[in-house]
């Protein structure tokens, strides 16, 4: 994990700037958002942010292709997720909700810059995956390259849950968004929430990596190395595929 893309953790180390606004934000009393201080959901997206350009800044520069792609594939991933950004913050500022708003021209611009972003950002995601996947990924033993390869490809299934949202105007399926939540996250209690699935697609980009490296780590036998990270990788997809499954059935998690 020595090589890393130096722009990518750049813009990471910026992205963590904004969790730490955000969290002190928290102590400052604001009119709610949909039930919600303000600086809730810009800090859930700054940290899910800050991963994902963490986890780029070591991938990418793994790929076995000319560096001017890997520099341009970058470029497009940093710009796609701080413009995503963008609209969170400025909404939040402004005491209205960013997601699905089109209740004026500016929200509806907002929301419409993200949703350009989110659909960008899945384009360059495919074209990571397809990378990856065909060419060796360099100085990574086999069992990494899988954990990357499989984070990579079930990130994408976020897709199916945000264009989902998106075409919908709502996380919910069975019931309005807002009403009683899982503590933290938000999560309905009371019906389908297609936010669950696209959480843990997001981060098996964090998940399954990590898991990879640490497996590398420890003394143990390489099958059960390979075993385990087998097991994970299967019960990340189940848990992606299923909690989908739910939440268009209009159940919620529990």
């Not at 389908?192 to 843990?200: A, I, K, N």
Request: aromatic letters at 8%.
């Amino acid at each position: 994990m020595s090589e890393v893309d130096r722009s990518l953790l750049g813009w990471a180390m910026a992205s963590g700037g904004l969790v730490v606004l955000c969290a002190l934000a928290l102590l400052v009393h604001a009119t709610p958002i949909g039930g919600v201080h303000p600086a809730v959901k810009p800090l859930k997206f700054a940290v899910a942010t800050t991963m994902m350009l963490g986890s780029l800044a070591v991938l990418l520069p793994r790929l076995s292709f000319a560096s001017s792609v890997r520099l341009g594939l970058g470029w497009v991933l940093i710009a796609c997720l701080v413009l995503e950004l963008v609209p969170i913050v400025i909404q939040a500022l402004r005491g209205r909700s960013s997601h699905f708003n089109r209740a004026t021209p500016l929200d509806a611009a907002l929301w419409n810059l993200m949703g350009t972003t989110i659909a960008v950002l899945t384009l360059a995601m495919i074209v990571v995956a397809i990378l990856a996947t065909v060419r060796p990924l360099r100085g990574l033993d086999a069992l990494t390259t899988m954990a990357w390869r499989a984070g990579v490809w079930l990130f994408l299934l976020a897709a199916i849950s945000g264009f989902g949202m998106g075409g919908r105007n709502a996380h919910s399926v069975g019931g309005s968004d807002g009403g009683a939540g899982m503590a933290v996250t938000q999560w309905s209690k009371t019906h389908g929430d297609l936010r669950v699935s696209h959480f843990f697609a997001l981060h098996a980009f964090q998940l399954l990596p990590l898991l990879g490296y640490l497996l590398v780590a420890l003394p143990i036998a390489p099958t059960a190395r390979w075993a385990i990270m087998l097991v994970a990788i299967v019960a990340q997809a189940a848990v992606v595929v299923g909690t989908l499954v739910q939440a268009f059935a209009g159940r919620p998690l529990f």
